[in-house]
């Protein structure tokens, strides 16, 4: 099979591009090729996808498979569709949970409503005021693919991805600080879903659609769980002996000014209660179409060995430092 891999050199797409290769497929990857190296045994075409029509260097070469993992771009999307969507067999767009209008709801499958599309490109003010500008794009940029490619479409609708390779910390931060134990602050909130999948798993998964010629549109996402279950899982995993978890109570988390989610000063995966179905969403059809998360255990050791590759020390994109987490458990003595 001759696979189309627009990107191929970081997280994702480069997963992707590994695993087809491993399977013995050719791999051309379409990338600038300044954020890291294709994997080894696949081809780089450099593209800049910034630049309109640049990917029109690949017009008229047939590929058995395409996978786009186009993020905030409209534009980028029907670049390639122009380009090498009539010659492709089989074409998987990665998009997200984002487009879904109900970030309230657990459980929601792929029939629930979506956000309104925006199509055209928007500028960096507007970026800024319109809160749901990313499911927006991505919702306009699904239906381009799949009015396009029809049968042939593959439409991922991915949530947290997961793994080596992941550089947002909004997962790594956890098996990370748990595995130097002591007390560790998590948010007091034990009942909320979390939900995240392994992106070798993810990864896997697209190339058995191309092979299969799968279509149609999917929750790409792995198993929910309740908050507290997942820290107690990590402890259990990888957890120093010392390790005491220490919920801090919300109005402690607001007081302290410690964000949600991802960013500094921040507790990863913890969600306000107006987004409180983002990580909960159903991924039964997707499981039904082949997609096989693994063992939450074996994605949380290989975590904890990337993060050690990378650093246990480094600066963060998202968690706590620890002078922050001091100052918190200190004020939460305070409060209590």
């Known amino acids: 099979m001759r696979v189309l891999v627009l990107g191929g050199t970081v997280f994702l797409s480069h997963a992707v591009a590994a695993e087809a290769v491993r399977r013995g497929h050719e791999v051309v990857c379409a990338a600038r090729g300044s954020s890291g190296r294709v994997p080894d045994g696949a081809r780089l075409v450099k593209v800049d996808r910034n630049e309109p029509d640049s990917v029109q260097v690949l017009a008229g070469e047939r590929f058995d498979a395409v996978v786009d993992v186009a993020t905030m771009s409209h534009r980028w999307v029907l670049d390639a569709l122009r380009a090498v969507g009539a010659q492709a067999g089989h074409w998987t767009f990665v998009s997200s949970i984002n487009v879904y209008a109900d970030a309230v709801t657990a459980g929601q499958d792929e029939t629930a409503a979506l ?3 925006i199509a055209e490109e928007a500028p960096p003010e507007e970026r800024i ?11 306009a940029s699904e239906q381009a693919v799949l009015e396009q490619l029809g049968e042939r479409a593959f439409v991922v609708r991915s949530g947290l991805i997961v793994g080596p390779g992941d550089v ?5 931060y956890w098996p990370a600080r748990i595995s130097r134990g002591g007390r560790v602050a998590v948010p007091d909130a034990a009942g909320q879903i979390t939900q995240w999948l392994d992106v070798r798993d993810l990864a896997h998964w697209i190339v058995d659609a191309g092979e299969q010629r799968l279509g149609g549109v999917f929750n ?3 198993t929910a769980h309740r908050l507290g279950d997942f820290f107690g899982r990590v402890v259990g995993t990888v957890g ?6 220490v919920p801090v109570p919300v109005p402690v988390l607001t007081a302290e000014q410690v964000e949600y989610w991802r960013g500094p000063k921040s507790m990863p995966l913890w969600m306000p209660d107006e987004d409180s179905g983002f990580c909960a969403h159903d ?3 997707a499981l039904a179409a082949g997609l096989r998360p693994r063992p939450a255990e074996q994605t949380l050791r290989d975590v904890l060995a990337d993060e050690r590759r990378l650093g246990l020390d ?3 994109k998202a968690g706590l430092t620890d002078a922050e987490e001091t100052e918190l458990l200190k004020a939460l003595e305070v409060w209590s």
Request: no cysteine.
């Open 115 to 117: 956000h309104e599309p």
């Open 129 to 139: 005021q319109h809160p749901y500008l990313y499911g927006a794009i991505k919702a």
């Open 168 to 172: 947002s910390d909004r997962f790594g």
């Open 220 to 222: 790409g996402v792995g």
């Open 240 to 245: 120093a002996p010392d390790t005491e978890l």
């Open 283 to 285: 991924n039964g059809r």
């Open 314 to 316: 480094r600066e963060r």
